[in-house]
């Protein structure tokens, strides 16, 4: 079973539920437009799903819900802004809005955003510069969060650091999203809710033993979330993580040396033109060349192409488009005990929507 | 056994056989310090040990032995030049020493660079940026190549794409150097050579199974070396992967699509000053407290502790400086028998090193 809404009616509903609770309205439409359109896009574990997680934030003071970012530091091609715990989506929306511009005039622009709140789907954010030509890379750390050991230990010092390109790809851009561990906080969470455990040994337990079970983050001392490349070779993973907690916090100028204690995103974003390098069509027979090589490319089973990272996103937002966002069922019961409790009417009862269930 | 030479008799050395092979002289000099500094390094497979390989190329005209590079395009923190397969240390050079200023002036600059030659070990560019206080990264593809088959396929079509990143981290700069394959192709050439396995299955069959026998590479359909994460979570390394692509060669506007049949290297470069961010005492107080963070945490193996990468590279360049450089005795033998068919002088004839068998 799963919940069928069309677009405009859940893009309405998402932002009804966080002006309610307390978002500036202008702030409220940003989010409730990119949330939903990560719905649209088939991320459904970063769409809609994150106003319930949201909402407690925006009561507690936790993300702040009105006001605007501080500008740090700014060259022109480079800046720091600080982001004062605003809802992600809404300073990403701004940061964007600044580098695709400047990215234009000069060619490439970076941007180091210190105390955001959660940014969500990063691939949501790259797609929109991608959309336009350009060259989008987003990494994100949380300077208060450790769940990550460095390769070698088994301490927790690092969060799964994820970071996303995005670029033009011909019918549709490129939209690599990844991280430096091999799993992510939300997929662990979601095994130790349902009492399952991993297909494969993506855990570190206390005592440096791989394990699929992901409740060995609750023993004492607690387990880790491997790097990408587990035992076998995840000093590259290690690396990765690395990498984005120099980008994001070394870079902004503020991270875990300041032992922050609140939840929070530090945020590396890079614009490129490909016209101010080899020009838009030479990189576009090139990324074009290339996807196609991958795509015809004999794959290992039969039924099962090569994909490039972006087409899923492709395939979904089509399904979207024809016959409107499905929700798992999971989600929309939560969103709906939102709106119960917030006395806000439901999509239903606004007659906009159709609740039909999955074939 | 092993071969003991200072450092200044193997950068001579270096040099003469580069140049009596062909190279402009101010190009062997270059290079031979930068193989030389390899070796310095620790990392004895990429230092002078590339030399036998360089002569057959100077000598076939693949390498290209004078003149200098187009600028294709500059847009001041935008550059692309055409390399026209001149020797890439010297290229890289060139490169460093045009945008090392030009990150200082602007806080970033970038730098896509087509059909160079072979740059060597990555670390030894990264880590010129990073002692003078900068953030570097690089990246490489080689587009005549093909080793590593996308996530999903069997066929080779993508190299290794090796990517560095160097940034200063306190006593010694960070040196993170890797690349989207779980190994490398000398690795792998290494092992078919000396008839050993790998000790974990990091190659796949031409039918899709993973396996530690490095010749499957000679089998037809011939195999290709796993991309990061293995089969287990390959799609990252593959992600990567595309990624460098994009960078060296989407970005060149040269690359796969061209079908280049000879051995070339594309490479991104990207120059950041920390300056313009936050600041370089708050990003040396941000990346110095994590990795204090990361060597003091618990390791795994109490005899093993935590290593930050260029951690390794930082100790054997103090070892280098106290008792000379300690070169594979393969390397050695490789390096006399081109010196005795061209007619050079061995450094113990110049009565300037000292050999010594390592204890």
Known sequence: MAYRISRDALCAFAQRLLETGGMEAAKASVVAELLTRTDEMGVTTHGTSLIPYYLPELKSGAMTATGIHEVVTDTGVTMVWDGNYLPGHWLMTQALDT??????????????????????????????????????????????????????GVEP????????????????????????????????????????????????????HATADPTVVKADPPGTILPVGGLDHGHKGFALALMVE?????????????????????????????????????????????????????????DAPVRIPGDRVQAALAAAAADGIVLPEEVWTRLRACAVEMGIPLPDDDSTPTRKDTP
Chains 1, 2 share one sequence.
């Open 99 to 152: 580098c695709i511009p400047r990215a234009r005039d000069h060619g490439i622009v970076t941007l180091a955003l210190r105390r955001s709140h959660h940014i969500g789907c990063l691939s949501t954010l790259t797609r929109i510069a991608a959309d336009q030509g350009l060259v989008c890379l987003i990494a994100t750390s949380d300077p208060a969060g450790a769940w990550v050991a460095p390769y070698g």
């Open 157 to 208: 010092v690092l969060t799964p650091n994820p970071f996303a390109i995005g670029y033009p790809g011909g019918d549709h851009p490129v939209l690599i999203d990844t991280c430096a561990s091999i799993t992510t906080v939300s997929k662990m969470r979601e095994h130790i809710n349902t009492g399952t455990s991993f297909a494969h040994p993506w855990m570190l337990d206390g005592q440096g």
């Open 246 to 302: 120099m980008l994001t916090q070394g870079l902004a100028g503020h991270g875990r040396a300041d032992h922050p204690t609140r939840w929070g995103a530090n945020v590396y974003l890079q614009v490129m033109d490909p016209a101010a390098f080899g020009g838009a069509d030479a990189f576009a027979a090139q990324v074009g060349h290339l996807n196609d090589r991958c795509r015809t490319s004999t794959p290992a089973r039969p």
